[in-house]
Nanobody, 124 residues
Framework: QVQLVESGGGSVQAGGSLRLSCAAS????????MGWFRQAPGKEREGVAA????????YYADSVKGRFTVSQDNAKNTVYLQMNSLKPEDTAIYYC?????????????????WGQGTQVTVSS
């Protein structure tokens, strides 16, 4: 049973914008946190942003602060990642994740559910 489905990836020029969506099953969305991670070629997967669903509290990696915004729509069990001022170094496969997270939001092992990933390519 698919719990998380990402969409919205694509190719854009530097300075452009994209919005990613993550539609979750009700069970996955009942997790405390929804996070976004990314993995660039040859690099480890890293945490990009997360939201504590109950309070709407958001968290961001330093590399995306001020450019990316995570938001939620509880009626649709959906989380979004609005990405502005995109840079070539943002090129990666972006993954949505859901988990209870009792430690740090950017630690992958804190998440139980993962989407299949969506490619984001930023050209200079």
């Amino acid at each position: 049973q698919v719990q998380l489905v990402e969409s919205g990836g694509g190719s854009v020029q530097a300075g452009g914008s994209l919005r990613l969506s993550c539609a979750a099953s009700e069970y996955a969305y009942s997790s405390r946190y929804m996070g976004w991670f990314r993995q660039a070629p040859g690099k480890e997967r890293e945490g990009v942003a997360a939201v504590y669903i109950a309070a709407g509290r958001t968290y961001y990696a330093d590399s995306v602060k001020g450019r990316f915004t995570v938001s939620q729509d509880n009626a649709k069990n959906t989380v979004y990642l609005q990405m502005n001022s995109l840079k070539p170094e943002d090129t990666a496969i972006y993954y949505c994740a859901a988990g209870r997270v009792y430690g740090y939001w950017y630690v992958q092992s804190e998440y139980n559910f993962w989407g299949q990933g969506t490619q984001v390519t930023v050209s200079s």
